[in-house]
């Protein structure tokens, strides 16, 4: 069973820019999907982006311009490149794996312990 671990995430001020890491232990990710996803304070979990990690492929919530979703076969992770971050994007991020790519949480099947990302006005 593969375990992935977030990290990347911190305190940053609205217009700036960070990157989440999502990197796996216990095994490779192999021909899985991998995606990110959120949740802020006293909201619903919410669907972020994910890849394909054979084929590269990608799939994004609809209103997600301002991020990019990218792996490195090599280090076997993930990465989640954020821009022009707002207030709003205030969340803790969670990294999952499952079996294709998809926006429904029930679709991923193992999940790290989250990285939180705080965005200042």
């Known amino acids: 069973q593969v375990q992935p671990v977030e990290s990347g995430g911190g305190l940053v001020q609205a217009g700036d820019s960070l990157r989440l890491s999502c990197a796996a232990s216990?095994?490779?990710?192999?021909?899985?999907?991998v995606g990110w996803f959120r949740r802020a304070s006293g909201k619903e979990r919410e669907f972020v982006a994910a890849i394909n990690w054979r084929s590269g492929g990608t799939y994004y919530a609809d209103s997600r311009g301002r991020f990019s979703i990218s792996r490195n076969n090599a280090e076997n992770t993930v990465y989640l490149q954020m821009v022009s971050l707002e207030p709003e994007d205030t969340a803790v991020y969670f990294c999952?794996?499952?079996?294709?790519?998809?926006?429904?949480?029930?679709?991923?099947?193992?999940w790290g312990q989250g990285t939180q990302v705080t965005v200042s006005s």
């Open positions: 216990g095994r490779t990710f192999r021909h899985d999907a």
């Open positions: 999952a794996g499952g079996m294709y790519v998809s926006g429904d949480a029930s679709h991923y099947t193992y």
